[in-house]
């Protein structure tokens, strides 16, 4: 359980004991897949599971009445999909797989009784969503004030932050399956802008993006440009000890 995604990220805020672990590796007993395209939870959807996702990535959207998506966020390993949609009873909102996943599923009578045995625990998931909390305050931020190529470069950059957090990326990049498509769907661009932008972040010497890959070119750059202050990923080290 060590070196699993979701104990890497919440171990950033409580470092868990051998008890609190086995408690967490209880919640792993029904494992589930599913294929990239087609939606494990779907807006409006009633007694709906959440997941814990071990590899691959989706992505959470609502669709408008006249077909528009907003993506609200992606999913990598170690997020949990759909919680709110349990503590609320009704999801607000669809998930998709990005790519082929690998999840836990997790019912809410399984969550009480690990937080009831384990109440740092429940802390930790707190954390866990207070973090994604904060995320969504700076996509907001993103898609209402910054220009397109601040957008993309924050963006990019908040993905590497939380990858580098379950162990896949690092300062240098990371693998990334999203299409122009789906990063149009989430920064509120079309996919021609999305080119033009990374294009344009790439012949400054900044960012590149290609063949599934980020390459971070500089860092520190692409950093000062996006004003990218990682300190509401809230990474520094455990908090609870």
């Not at 007694?47 to 999913?75: P, T």
């Not at 693998?175 to 033009?196: F, I």
């Given at each position: 359980?060590?070196?699993?995604?979701?104990?890497?990220?919440?171990?950033?805020?409580?470092?868990?004991?051998?008890?609190?672990?086995?408690?967490?590796?209880?919640?792993?007993?029904?494992?589930?897949?599913?294929?990239?395209?087609?939606?494990?939870?779907?807006?409006?959807?009633?007694?709906?599971?959440?997941?814990?996702?071990?590899?691959?990535?989706?992505?959470?959207?609502?669709?408008?009445?006249?077909?528009?998506?907003?993506?609200?966020?992606?999913?990598?390993?170690?997020?949990?999909?759909?919680?709110?949609?349990?503590?609320?009873?009704?999801?607000?909102?669809?998930?998709?797989?990005?790519?082929?996943?690998?999840?836990?599923?997790?019912?809410?009578?399984?969550?009480?009784d690990a937080f009831a045995q384990t109440p740092r625990l429940a802390t930790a998931v707190l954390w866990a969503a207070s973090r994604d909390e904060a995320m969504v305050v700076e996509h907001l931020v993103n898609v209402g004030r910054r220009d397109a190529a601040e957008r993309m470069a924050h963006f990019l950059?908040?993905?590497?932050?939380?990858?580098?957090?379950?162990?896949?990326?690092?300062?240098?990049?990371?693998?990334?399956?999203?299409?122009?498509?789906?990063?149009?769907?989430?920064?509120?661009?079309?996919?021609?802008?999305?080119?033009?932008?990374?294009?344009?972040?790439?012949?400054?010497?900044?960012?590149?993006?290609?063949?599934?890959?980020?390459?971070?070119?500089?860092?520190?750059?692409?950093?000062?440009?996006?004003?990218?202050?990682?300190?509401?990923?809230?990474?520094?080290?455990?908090?609870?000890?």
């Amino acid at each position: 359980m060590e070196k699993t995604p979701l104990v890497r990220k919440l171990g950033a805020f409580v470092a868990l004991s051998d008890p609190e672990l086995s408690v967490l590796a209880s919640l792993h007993r029904r494992r589930r897949t599913f294929v990239a395209g087609r939606d494990l939870v779907q807006q409006g959807q009633s007694d709906q599971a959440a997941y814990i996702l071990a590899s691959g990535w989706a992505c959470s959207y609502k669709v408008l009445e006249d077909g528009q998506r907003q993506i609200v966020d992606f999913q990598v390993p170690g997020d949990f999909l759909g919680l709110r949609s349990v503590l609320f009873n009704v999801s607000d909102h669809s998930i998709e797989p990005v790519t082929d996943i690998e999840v836990t599923e997790v019912h809410v009578s399984d969550l009480l009784d690990a937080f009831a045995q384990t109440p740092r625990l429940a802390t930790a998931v707190l954390w866990a969503a207070s973090r994604d909390e904060a995320m969504v305050v700076e996509h907001l931020v993103n898609v209402g004030r910054r220009d397109a190529a601040e957008r993309m470069a924050h963006f990019l950059l908040e993905l590497g932050g939380r990858l580098v957090l379950v162990g896949l990326g690092s300062r240098d990049g990371y693998a990334c399956p999203l299409t122009q498509y789906l990063l149009a769907d989430a920064l509120g661009l079309s996919a021609v802008h999305v080119n033009r932008v990374l294009r344009q972040l790439r012949e400054a010497g900044l960012v590149t993006f290609r063949d599934g890959f980020v390459s971070f070119d500089d860092y520190d750059r692409l950093t000062e440009f996006a004003q990218f202050d990682s300190s509401y990923l809230d990474q520094s080290g455990p908090l609870l000890r």
